[in-house]
């Protein structure tokens, strides 16, 4: 049997060591951005809010009204309201707004949002009465910064985060409305970012 032959011939240890050598000065020589790496580092966070808590403290109350005609009443969106009554209407009672109060956290805007196109249905033994107009007001920890639609945006100013609010609106009422007790029910929605 005959030895394989290779058509080289291996180079001498000392030549090859020169070969390595050389080639590892060329990877050294090349410019740092093809051979290095940069490594950073930075930070997520995040803070959870509590929800908004929210409690009806009082519902909206027009009182005893005498209805010889087509009228409204409209009401202020205040703790103390204010109804004023027009085209010969005459309150027998004083009225009150709805009353909400509320937790969030503090320096936050809050958005509350009445029904759409801020109406609602009375309904009684006569034809339907119409609450219109819903409107929103700021107590104690709240600061009014405007309104779009049937959003009503404030800023949380109190600390504690603890706020108020009020509701009113224009109730109208019809030629010969039959008497006895009307009532309805609205949903109040407050989000906060």
Excluded: K
């Amino acid at each position: 049997m005959r030895p394989l032959r290779f058509p080289f011939q291996a180079p001498a240890p000392a030549r090859a060591l020169a070969i390595w050598a050389s080639a590892a000065a060329a990877l050294l020589a090349l410019p740092s951005g093809l051979h290095a790496q940069s490594v950073s580092s930075a930070q997520a966070r995040g803070v959870v809010l509590d929800t908004v808590t929210l409690t009806n403290r009082r519902d909206m109350d027009f009182g005893r009204v005498i209805v010889p005609r087509n009228g409204r009443i409209d009401m202020t969106a205040q703790d103390t309201a204010t109804c004023t009554a027009n085209n010969g209407l005459t309150l027998l009672d004083p009225c009150q707004s709805a009353a909400f109060d509320g937790t969030a956290a503090s320096g936050f805007q809050l958005r509350v949002t009445v029904p759409r196109r801020r109406r609602i249905t009375l309904s009684g033994p006569g034809r339907n009465l119409r609450l219109r107009r819903m409107t929103v007001g700021a107590g104690n920890g709240l600061t009014f910064i405007g309104r779009r639609g049937r959003n009503f945006d404030f800023l949380i100013t109190d600390p504690s985060g603890d706020f108020e609010f009020f509701v009113g609106g224009r109730l109208l009422f019809r030629n010969n409305q039959a008497p006895g007790l009307y009532s309805g029910t609205f949903t109040i929605q407050a989000d906060y970012e």
